[in-house]
């Protein structure tokens, strides 16, 4: 079994210390999720597309290509381009592992 979502999203990012807010869009990605038939267990997720991208005069974060992520314990089974966000999460799905990632852009 499988699922696939395309997800588009126009996000922000904030400072919360000094309020500074960036966009983070376009956000466009394809997530195709698949399960085991016999527990329903998901095994593994591909996304494709751009699922980070934050502008700041010339500093750019980008997080986008393909992925593929182990859908038990999260990590990075194969990857094509830069996923500075994502490859802070390797062995987890918790968004907030994500952050520093954004650190700098956000100073």
């Not at 986008?64 to 987890?92: F, N, Y």
């Amino acid at each position: 079994m499988k699922q696939v979502v395309h997800i588009t999203e126009d996000n922000t990012v904030r400072n919360t210390v000094t309020g500074l807010t960036l966009p983070d869009s376009p956000v466009n990605f394809v997530q195709t999720t698949t399960f085991d038939r016999d527990t329903g267990a998901r095994e593994k997720i591909f996304i494709v597309g751009t699922s980070v991208n934050v502008r700041r005069g010339n500093q750019r974060l980008v997080d986008r290509g393909p992925i593929l992520i182990d859908g038990q314990t999260g990590e990075i089974l194969w990857s094509a381009g830069p996923h500075p966000a994502r490859e802070l999460m390797v062995g987890s799905f918790d968004i907030n592992l994500a952050l520093p990632a954004f650190c700098d852009i956000l100073e």
